[in-house]
């Protein structure tokens, strides 16, 4: 067996794995399913695009339900984290300043009540979800700030709480961005 | 619901590899089969095309083929990565890739380890993330599975080692092919894109702009867990919401990566026409995963008590680094099968994991045979079950026998090699690492976790699992040739001398078993082999580990 039957050999799957198979399986997922093949885009009444179902935004307007943290402030042009050590420093640092500055914005809320997810940083940076206790613990600000019934947000963040995948896998969890996007209708 | 979602999961895993076993076996007989009437045709038009030739091989053969087809895709890969900036198929017009990261790259997606030094989103173009990065992730599982086929059929003495081309061919269009589209469809269903549009541009609620990187995705996603690959579309891999956007992915990721690797002991009963002796294979790494899941699920659940000292509630466990879709549940599973399956995807950041949670896909790597990749970490086990064998009749005064073949100084020579280059490649340039500055300087975590950071990186890579303790800023020349040469070393030369072992053992009589032979498949081997894997693979880097993660725990807790 000489080289260039090694050289044809590759070069025929690459063609067969390299091209024809993602380029298959991008047509037949365009055909089938549209919309989640480009990357569950949502729209607005207008036809400009806000962002997608999948990717998280940063929100730091009092009036909108405020994410994870992000290092990367949700550029989803790339995405990675600092990858803090559990005991690096600067992770505790990041930390005690979160909590100082959740606890002015939300005056009512006691330090043990955060829920750890809101103020630490997601794997990805693009996290879209909260945990449910996550989206509560800041229901109060946003009521005083819209100028809402508190019952009615909480009502809100149960309709848009996501169960388990096949009630047994994962988190309960809620799209940050599809409740903020909720909460602008609300009237 | 915790102890149900993990149960759940191992019942849905041994649901898949107890068919899938048996698949294996037949998909790569030696003899005809009725398989051969499905795909014999495509499989017939590619041999001619190629050129090749389907003859049976002796070891030396079919090394020297493994090795040649292997150089050939990496030569065409080099060249696309260093000409990406002007071929098609490059709507954000990245520029070439310069050539020690581009050497990097290659020896990464070629010996199954799939670290990247790279960023997907920013380093490389649709086309090469189609035409490298995908087409190796199906060539070198199946290189590997070409590996462990010839492997035990020496092992159980079957007629012959098999042909390289043959067994290469077939896992393409018997296996990964196949599975891959299954795979793909149901991850666009999910919500991975797949598509050949550039980044969209949204502007979100608060008004600012936002640029969404997406591509194609599912492709990559679904041949990187099925081959044991690992290398993600994007930067963070499967924690990103586009590889991995439901728990239900996150599943169907941990399924397609662990289900061809847990398949394999039981393919390997069948050939050896004890199904018991797979089985035992099955339990020792079975019980190796067992433990050092419950210990990452245990110190994740537990939190981090710096933090919990810094006012924040740990009642949620450490969610550092982590999704809130998976929790701490699907996150450490998933930790655990990555680097059992040493494929490196991730679904949360290692780097932030707790001192001994981060233990767990570090001492999983260093032994090597937790299931292992397609193909190479069944090698490895049934590499520590000869050395057992070994040892065993070494204690009661016989000469040692694995199924009815004398193990002699030959393999043993080759075993004890192939043994040691594995901590070497490890423990010798994360010392050279962790003494110069060339190597330091990447740390980005101060203190007991620095050292961790460099150790995880070079086990990642001679594991060829390509995980990594990601905060390490690891493009530079020092850290591109060092971890390119320990992947190759880490992928070749085991598989160069256990493959001479099979060719050795396959050209002994058979010797009958009588009253004095080791019985293989009973549970006090099970003990013995656990015993020997633990004793030689664990204690050779206890030291490392006790200035790592262990002093780490220490610190902090």
């Known amino acids: 067996m000489s080289m260039l039957q090694n050289v044809r050999l590759s070069v025929v799957l690459l063609l067969i794995c390299g091209l024809a198979y993602p380029l298959a399986m991008t047509g037949i997922s365009k055909l089938a399913m549209p919309a989640k093949a480009s990357g569950s885009l949502i729209v607005d009444d207008k036809g400009n695009v806000i962002g997608s179902e999948l990717i998280g935004q940063a929100f730091t307007d009092p009036k909108y339900f405020a994410g994870r943290i992000s290092s990367i402030e949700y550029n989803a042009a790339s995405s990675g984290s600092n990858n803090y050590a559990p005991s690096n420093p600067a992770l505790a640092g990041r930390t005690t300043k979160d909590i100082e500055a959740f606890l002015k914005a939300n005056p009512t809320v006691k330090q043990e009540e955060i829920p750890a997810d809101l103020l630490t940083n997601s794997g990805s940076g693009l996290d879209p979800h909260i945990s449910p206790e996550a989206a509560r613990v800041q229901a109060e600000r946003i ?37 903020n996007i909720a909460l602008d209708r609300m009237k | 619901m915790d102890f149900i979602q993990i149960s759940l999961f191992l019942a849905l895993l041994l649901a898949a590899a107890i068919p899938m076993g048996r698949y294996l076996e037949r998909a790569f007989a030696l003899e005809r089969t009725r398989m051969d009437k499905v795909f014999g045709g495509v499989e017939q038009a590619l041999y001619k095309v190629s050129g090749i030739r389907t003859g049976d091989m002796n070891w030396k053969q079919y090394v020297v ?122 991850l666009v269903s999910q919500g991975v894109p797949q598509t050949l549009e550039p980044a969209a541009t949204a502007h979100t609620l608060e008004g600012v702009e936002q640029q969404i990187a997406r591509g194609p995705v599912a492709s990559q996603v679904a041949i990187k867990h099925l081959g044991t690959n690992g290398g993600g579309f994007f930067g963070v891999n499967s924690s990103h919401p586009f590889e991995n956007p439901t728990p239900f992915t996150n599943v169907l990721e941990m399924l397609s990566m662990f289900v061809i690797p847990a398949a394999l002991p039981i393919a390997f009963g069948h050939m050896a026409k004890s199904r018991k002796q797979g089985w035992i294979l099955f339990a020792a790494m079975g019980l190796m995963f067992l433990a050092f899941l419950t ?63 981060g233990l767990v896909p570090l001492a999983q790597m260093m032994l090597n045979c937790v299931f292992g990749g397609d193909g190479v970490g069944m090698v490895n086990i049934l590499m520590y079950a000869l ?46 690492a962790l003494a110069t500055g060339m190597g330091s300087t990447a ?114 807790r």
């Not at chain 2, 008590?305 to 924040?312: D, H, N, R, S, V």
């Not at chain 2, 550092?320 to 949360?348: D, H, P």
């Not at chain 2, 101060?446 to 303790?469: C, D, K, L």
Request: charged letters at 10%; glycine letters at 8%.
């Open chain 2, 295 to 357: 210990m990452a699920y245990i110190s994740e659940t537990n939190g981090n008590p710096a933090l919990a000292k810094a006012g924040l509630s740990q009642e949620m466990g450490s969610m550092e680094g982590k999704e809130v879709r998976f929790g701490i549940v699907q996150s450490a599973l998933f930790t655990a099968v990555t680097t059992a399956a040493t494929t490196g995807t991730v679904n949360n950041m290692h780097d932030t994991l707790t001192p001994l949670g």
């Open chain 1, 143 to 179: 009521a005083k700030a819209r100028n809402l019934d508190q019952a009615r947000l909480n009502a809100l963040i149960d309709e848009y709480t996501e169960e388990r995948s096949l009630g047994v896998f994962g988190q309960p969890r809620v799209n940050v961005l599809k409740l």
């Open chain 2, 443 to 556: 740390i980005s975590n101060p203190g007991f976790h620095g050292i961790s950071q460099v150790v995880y990186e070079f086990t990642s890579s001679a594991a060829n699992n390509g995980s990594g303790f990601e905060g390490l800023g690891d493009n530079t020349p020092f850290w591109n040739i060092s971890t390119g040469l320990v992947m190759l070393f880490g992928r070749y030369i085991s598989i160069i001398t256990m493959v001479a072992v099979a060719g050795s053992l396959l050209r002994k009589t058979p010797v009958p078993v009588t009253l004095g032979t080791l019985q293989t498949d009973s549970s006090v081997f099970l003990l013995i082999l656990l015993a020997t894997v633990l004793i030689v693979g664990a204690l050779t880097f206890f030291p490392v580990v006790a200035l790592g993660p262990v002093a780490e725990w220490l610190t902090i």
């Open chain 2, 387 to 432: 050395l057992a064998v070994f040892l065993a009749g070494l204690m009661v005064g016989r000469t040692p026998e694995f199924l009815g073949r004398k193990i002699e100084a030959k393999e043993m020579k080759l075993i004890a090699l192939t043994l040691l280059v594995h901590p070497l490649i490890i423990l010798a340039p994360s010392a050279v």
């Open chain 2, 65 to 186: 083929a493994l090795l040649a087809s292997n150089l050939a895709m990496a030569a065409i890969c080099y060249l696309i990565l260093r000409l990406q900036g002007i071929l098609p198929g490059n709507p954000a017009g990245i520029g070439a890739m310069e050539p020690l990261l581009a050497f990097n790259t290659v020896t990464s997606f070629l010996t199954n380890t799939n670290l990247q030094h790279y960023s997907g989103e920013t380093g490389l173009s649709y086309l090469s993330q189609m035409a490298v990065i995908m087409y190796l992730m199906f060539t070198t599982p199946a290189t590997g599975i070409a590996a462990v086929m010839a492997f035990m059929r020496g092992v159980t003495g079957q007629s012959s080692l098999g042909n390289f081309y043959v067994d290469l061919v077939r896992a393409h269009t018997r296996l990964l092919i196949p599975l891959a589209v299954v795979v793909t469809l149901v």
